[in-house]
């Protein structure tokens, strides 16, 4: 008997083995009973649904910025009486919603080149290439500076003007223009790709001030040396959006106002010169729209998470 | 002499009671093998559970296998001569999370005169020098007004998802790309303007251009659910179809004619309001 039961028992401690080593390895199930709960719809369920996916499939959402312990994230979602006597102070309202942000931007400098075009224009369309340099000042908030460079092309609607009612317009031409913004980012989303791949992205919100350079594009070529150009104060305000494809890397859209106190070319027999022309000019505000796609790159390039102690 | 062998060398002479030890034994043997190689063995073939997992579980499928309708207001964007206002209807069916065919219509209840129609009526005289040059009157009489777009699109939705808004409002949204047909209304400022023929007249400088022009419709929207059965849907859209915003000669061969019809751009913003229903969404698993 004493053979059967040596077996027995190396067999009970096999099954025994691996049955504990399954469990560490499956982790967590009693998280992923509490996702199943209720479906991962709003804030709170977001929070439920995501955790233990977070900490199966890491790589996807990202995990969260507070990571209590899995235990005690349980007996605080318990919301039990019982639980809030446990030895941590964290409430259920201690949990942010949403995973892990996937890019830290504070205390980091973005330069992010771009290019765009003038969308507001029904004469000249102007294509733009220009860079910003932004500092973070924290994950939300910045202050940059932007230069642009600008290329004209006229549209057939400036050609039609002179067939249609035998009249010229004013126009003017941007060269180049700079400016100071500052920026705050009030909207922070991730989307799922067909449902495969999350992608978090974000929406900001931008002011500020500087100047364009214009050019008068005279209406009778014979005028063309009498052509002045204008530095124009100029106020922006603009919205956009950056998704973040790495930890150094973002794409950017933009669409940004450029408000411009232009001045055009006077009635031609009121000046002789440029200097005349520009005293004489007709001033008007111009709202410059401009969308623009770009890239975000990060220095450092790397950055860390920090977690309450 | 005989030699007595050892009853192990003699399996023909083993007692029942041997044989049932050495069955036990090679039953725990067999046992405890089986059990330890298969947990292996399976350990072995697993692969990750999550390797063909979606990326989101357990949500609230809002779209799936659901119509929708709603009311709303767009507006042409960078328009030469009108803006125009529209009251607008939406429907549609989702076939799937990701595929939708959809038919709106929108409806002008104002159109107004662009900064660009007021600089050129204002620099116009009423008695103009040549004949191809018009008065503000017959200038603005051809320019042409939209009174109704009507189009069905098919809506393609690759991305889904959730944002906050200052880190306490939270919203579930998609982002679609359309691809459609569309048909736009149109009528000059003054209807009296003879009709546009095919033949070229150079006398006719105006002419009106008017009825429904079919063309293309391509763009992209969104919807921003407020509750799993409302939500604001935001589109921008370009129609494009052979018009003549202004009415006049175009090519150049002088008088206004059909040939005068060029494929135009026409941009709108609209913005909705649609219930979907069943107004409760399925749950993915």
């Known amino acids: 008997m004493k053979r059967p039961a040596i077996c027995l028992f190396i067999t009970v401690a096999i099954v025994g083995w691996a049955a504990i080593g399954h469990a560490k390895k499956g982790g967590g199930g009693k998280a992923a009973d509490a996702g199943e709960a209720k479906p991962a719809d709003d804030g709170a369920a977001d929070t439920k649904a995501s955790e233990p996916k977070a900490d199966a499939a890491g790589s996807e959402t990202g995990g969260e910025a507070v990571e209590p312990e899995p235990g005690k994230v349980e007996e605080e979602i318990g919301a039990e009486p019982k639980a809030q006597k446990a030895t941590t102070t964290l409430t259920w309202k201690d949990i942010v919603v ?212 | ?90 429907a549609g069916f989702h076939f799937t999370d990701w595929l939708s065919l959809s038919a709106f219509g929108d409806f002008a209840v104002a159109n107004v005169s662009t900064g660009f129609q007021g600089s050129i009526t204002d620099a116009l005289g009423d008695n103009p020098p040549i004949d191809r040059e018009p008065t503000p009157g017959e200038a603005k009489a051809g320019m042409q007004k939209i009174t109704n777009i009507l189009g069905a699109q098919l809506e393609f939705t690759p991305f889904t998802g959730k944002y906050s808004m200052f880190g306490k409002l939270f919203a579930s949204y998609d982002f679609y790309g359309l691809l459609g047909a569309a048909m736009i209304s149109v009528k000059p400022t003054d209807e009296a303007l003879p009709d546009c023929g095919d033949a070229k007249n150079l006398s006719i400088f105006s002419c009106k251009v008017s009825g429904m022009k079919p063309g293309a419709n391509v763009g992209l929207g969104f919807h921003s659910y407020f509750t799993n059965y409302l939500a604001l849907n935001v589109e921008f859209r370009d129609v494009i179809a052979k018009l003549n915003p202004s009415g006049r000669d175009v090519d150049g061969v002088g008088g206004a004619n059909n040939a005068d019809l060029t494929w135009t751009h026409t941009l709108l913003v609209s913005a909705n309001l649609q219930f979907f229903f069943p107004t409760v969404p399925g749950v993915s698993f």
């Open chain 1, 98 to 309: 949403l995973p892990r942000k996937a890019f830290l931007k504070g205390n980091r400098l973005e330069l992010a080149p771009f290019s765009g075009v003038t969308v507001n224009d029904n004469l000249i369309r102007h294509y733009v290439f220009g860079v910003d340099l932004n500092y973070f000042l924290t994950d939300a908030l910045w202050v940059g500076v932007q230069g642009q460079y600008y290329v004209k092309q006229t549209l057939p609607e400036y050609q039609l003007l002179g067939l249609q009612y035998n009249r010229l317009s004013s126009a003017n031409k941007y060269l180049y223009g700079g400016s100071l913004n500052f920026g705050y980012v009030p909207v922070y989303g991730k989307f799922a790709w067909i449902n495969r791949r999350i992608v978090q992205w974000e929406i900001w919100a931008s002011a500020g001030f500087g100047v364009t350079m214009t050019e008068v594009m005279a209406r009778d070529p014979a005028n063309d040396s009498k052509a002045f150009k204008n530095t124009a104060l100029t106020p922006n305000v603009g919205i956009g959006s950056r998704f973040f494809l790495a930890d150094w890397l973002t794409v950017n859209f933009a669409l940004r106002d450029y408000i411009i106190p232009d001045k055009y070319e006077p009635n031609p027999n009121t000046y002789a010169n440029a200097d005349q022309a520009k005293a004489n000019a007709d001033s008007k505000l111009v709202n410059n729209l401009i969308f623009y796609v770009g890239v975000g790159i990060y220095f450092p390039m790397k950055f860390t998470y920090k977690t309450p102690g």
């Open chain 2, 1 to 90: 002499m005989t030699i007595q062998r050892s009853t192990k060398d003699m399996p023909m002479l083993t007692t029942t009671e041997h044989a049932s030890r050495r069955t036990a034994r090679r039953l725990s043997l067999l046992v405890a093998l089986a059990v330890t190689a298969l947990p292996l063995a399976a350990q072995a073939q697993r692969k990750s559970p999550l390797a063909d997992a979606p990326a989101v579980r357990k949500r609230y499928e809002l779209r799936q296998t659901r119509f929708e309708l709603g009311v709303g207001g767009a507006s042409t964007v960078n328009q030469d001569f009108y803006h125009t206002f529209f009251v607008g209807v939406k």
